[in-house]
């Protein structure tokens, strides 16, 4: 989960996640909008494909970049998980708060 | 909001962080399970807090820590901000093959 989360840790990588929540897209596409060489850009690529946030698939000489399914399942799971304790105490806190409060 | 991913993204910090989902914490016992010296230990904790992910405060000669309040807000929002898009995705697709089933 702190690969996922490492390689989110980038302001390039989390721009290319956040466009690929509206829609696969070409690499080509996807560099556009970064003032970045192009290996460069194909290294944080390789980074989100390696933590499994995103998977791509070469048709003739176009390679087309889609999040995985499972790349923000995990995140909330993640979320989840751990949101339930941090409610839980803030629960407990309100509860002892009103109690003093009667 | 990259900085909090990059915050989250090592094992040491989101071990802490998810122990922090319990309950605040003293730093001594923080740092117990972690085979680390000390100063490397308190460096990660600066790291999550510079990216405000918790806050601490001394009393007497014990520095307790705790999760900040707004932490997993933000992944919270980052996430249902662009599983909406994911989603809609989904929606569209399924709508499409259902037509294509009628």
Redo the contacts between chains.
């Keep these: 989960?702190?690969?996922?989360?490492?390689?989110?840790?980038?302001?390039t990588?989390?721009a290319v996640?956040?466009r690929l929540?509206?829609?696969p897209a070409s690499v080509s596409d996807l560099s556009a909008p970064f003032d970045m060489a192009g290996p460069s850009f194909l290294k944080h690529l390789r980074v989100l494909e390696a933590a499994h946030i995103v998977t791509s698939e070469k048709s003739g000489r176009v390679r087309t970049v889609q999040?995985s399914p499972e790349a923000?399942g995990w995140?909330?799971r993640w979320?989840t998980e751990?949101?339930r304790?941090?409610e839980h105490?803030?629960d407990t806190l309100g509860q002892f708060l009103e109690q003093g409060n009667n």
């Design positions: 989960m702190s690969d996922v989360f490492s390689a989110l840790g980038d302001p990588r989390l996640v956040e929540a509206r829609g999040l923000l995140v909330e979320l751990h949101r304790g941090w105490r803030l």
